[in-house]
């Protein structure tokens, strides 16, 4: 019996029952790190990509034998260039956004793309970047390009797209399509651009942010506490005006939005604690994983609707738990990383301990390497579904991190 396929988006919980799921399988733009340019493409170290994508594999089968419908971000983005108006127009915005000047280069780089006959290859391609030797006529014909005549590629590669949680967010019914932090990363919104706007599963979908808007906002700060309460990190990578700007167009311009609160979260600007969801997640109805160190005192803001099309902004003088407690009305239990020993937590929260995959209630996937946390989890009384993690990890990212739901129970 063929299994109906789930259209749309629906997401209104960290925790409810998980019906669909975006991931990305980690392909060779992961394999076009190198040591020199890590720090210019976000990453810590390099991936043994092999068994990166065996770790990946392992986390999606974890995700069908629990019921969950997984697509990947290839695969849609493949589907739409079906439309060779769509394709035209993929290849032309991506050699936009890739910054390429020449117009020498763009031409023989687009003859190079549209040459694909394979969609499926020509987006694993734009992802894993395209080096000066797969264009051989490209040659050095300005001062810059002498300049930077040593950097292997002329698109570089996107090796953070196996986070998918960031280029965009599910919120209720809507998304909001993210201006990420780092140019390195806002180019891995273009799949999802696409998609929203031409896949037949998703075109329509209404978008409370946009990749165009001012100010950077990513998916990992935004949090689906309930259905009339979001949460929002102010971190490293999302800034006070984006929320702003979300919270306007959910209480002014969404009707049939249900949320009545936006609460902001200032977190510590570091790479460590890059995004809210690095320093807490929800685990079950009353419980959530977090790192000791933000436990407070943190400067929380309640966004509500005002008057005159303004949003009303009031700081929050509770802690944590409090804040938690009020808004999910229930005596919330906040579950240190690492039990709070300072070592471990701070080892435990470099591989992302705080970082769970909430696919019921009660029930997460982890990463193997954070054992600590994951026994004291179970402790707890969650149940943990721990998945292989030395090569993923590398890329400072967990389950909560690899995964964007597109569709959870109501």
Request: negative net charge.
């Amino acid at each position: 019996m063929r299994k109906e396929r789930i259209m749309g988006i629906n997401v209104t919980s960290e925790i409810k029952p998980l019906k669909k799921v975006l991931l990305h399988r980690p392909g060779a733009e992961i394999e076009n790190l190198t040591p020199e340019y890590l720090e210019r493409l976000l990453f810590d170290d390099i991936p043994y990509l092999k068994v990166a994508q065996e770790e990946h594999d392992a986390f999606a089968q974890v995700l069908r034998d629990n019921g969950v419908e997984v697509v990947y971000l290839h695969e849609l983005a493949a589907k739409v260039m079906e439309d060779p108006d769509v394709k035209d127009e993929f290849i032309k915005m991506f050699i936009k956004e890739a910054k390429v000047e020449s117009e020498q280069v763009k031409e023989e780089l687009y003859n190079y793309l549209i040459s694909f006959n394979c969609n499926e290859e020509l987006i694993r391609k734009t992802m894993a970047g395209i080096s000066k030797s797969e264009l051989k006529k490209a040659k050095a014909r300005h001062l810059e390009d002498f300049l930077n005549e040593a950097y292997p590629f002329i698109t570089d590669p996107m090796p953070n797209l196996y986070f998918t949680r960031d280029p965009f967010a599910s919120i209720g019914n809507s998304i909001s399509l993210n201006r990420m932090y780092s140019e390195t990363r806002n180019r891995e919104t273009i799949y999802a651009h696409f998609i929203f706007k031409y896949h037949t599963d998703f075109k329509g979908t209404n978008r409370l942010y946009d990749r165009d808007f001012d100010y950077n906002i990513e998916g990992g700060d935004i949090l689906n506490i309930s259905e009339k309460v979001l949460a929002i990190g102010i971190s490293q990578r999302t800034a006070p005006q984006a929320i702003e700007k979300i919270s306007e167009r959910i209480f002014f311009e969404t009707p049939d939005s249900k949320i009545e609160t936006v609460l902001a979260f200032k977190i510590p600007k570091t790479r460590a604690y890059m995004h809210l969801d690095t320093v807490f997640t929800q685990v079950d109805y009353d419980k959530f994983t977090i790192h000791p160190q933000i436990e407070g005192p943190l400067e929380i803001f309640e966004l509500t609707k005002g008057e005159n099309g303004k949003v009303k902004i009031t700081k929050e003088s509770m802690t944590l738990q409090e804040v938690l407690s009020k808004y999910l009305e229930c005596d919330v239990k906040l579950i240190r990383c690492g039990g709070g020993d300072y070592v471990i937590s701070q080892r435990e929260q470099w591989n992302d301990g705080s970082n769970t995959l909430c696919i019921r209630p009660g029930e997460v996937i982890v990463y193997s390497r954070n054992y600590v946390t994951n026994k004291i989890l179970e402790e707890y009384g969650i149940k943990t579904h721990v998945i292989p993690s030395s090569e993923l990890s590398r890329g400072r990212g967990g389950p909560r991190c690899m995964s964007m739901p597109l569709i959870r129970e109501v």
